[in-house]
């Protein structure tokens, strides 16, 4: 199992550009839907919480993502792999703007579950191209199961009665 520097920062460096992209869809402080309107549950993380765990998912989804391209050429898995990984990556800002953006747990809940899907799949093919990868994002899993009952749960809060 080879990686190369160029690789690595490449692949780490796509996984950032939509951790960022994600990350504009972020309530600021303050923000009067997130903030004031919509009921959370007590246990909802602390805002400060969520930057230090967001960087280290996308830096292991980086990291893995260069395991499994520096594959390149070796395994007939890997174009599939690839593709599963870019459509995880466009759910995963596809959530930020339905939540945030778009002010909708409902269509966020349903984002989720497919996200959710596709980093299951994901982790699937890369585990067939090479383990580590796939073991890499397991943590990235257990958050988004996190993240999809926190949805649900401030869905029941705020518009199911």
Not at 99 to 127: E, Y
């Amino acid at each position: 199992m080879k990686l190369t520097i160029p690789t690595l920062l490449l692949c780490i460096g796509l996984c950032f550009v939509f951790a960022y992209a994600g990350s504009t869809f972020t309530p600021l402080p303050g923000s009067e839907w997130y903030y004031s309107v919509l009921k959370k549950p007590s246990w909802n993380p602390p805002d400060w919480l969520f930057p230090p765990v967001w960087s280290l998912l996308f830096l292991l989804m980086g990291i893995s993502l260069a395991l499994v391209v520096e594959q390149w050429g070796e395994k007939k898995e890997i174009q599939s792999a690839l593709v599963v990984f870019g459509v995880q990556l466009l759910l995963n800002l596809g959530w930020s703007a339905a939540f945030f953006g778009l002010h909708s747990p409902v269509l966020a809940l349903g984002v989720i579950f497919l996200l959710w899907s596709a980093i299951v799949l994901t982790i699937v093919q890369f585990r067939a191209v090479v383990p580590l990868a796939g073991y890499l994002l397991i943590p990235y899993l257990l958050w988004v199961s996190f993240a999809s009952y926190l949805n649900f749960t401030i869905l029941q809060l705020n518009w199911i009665r």
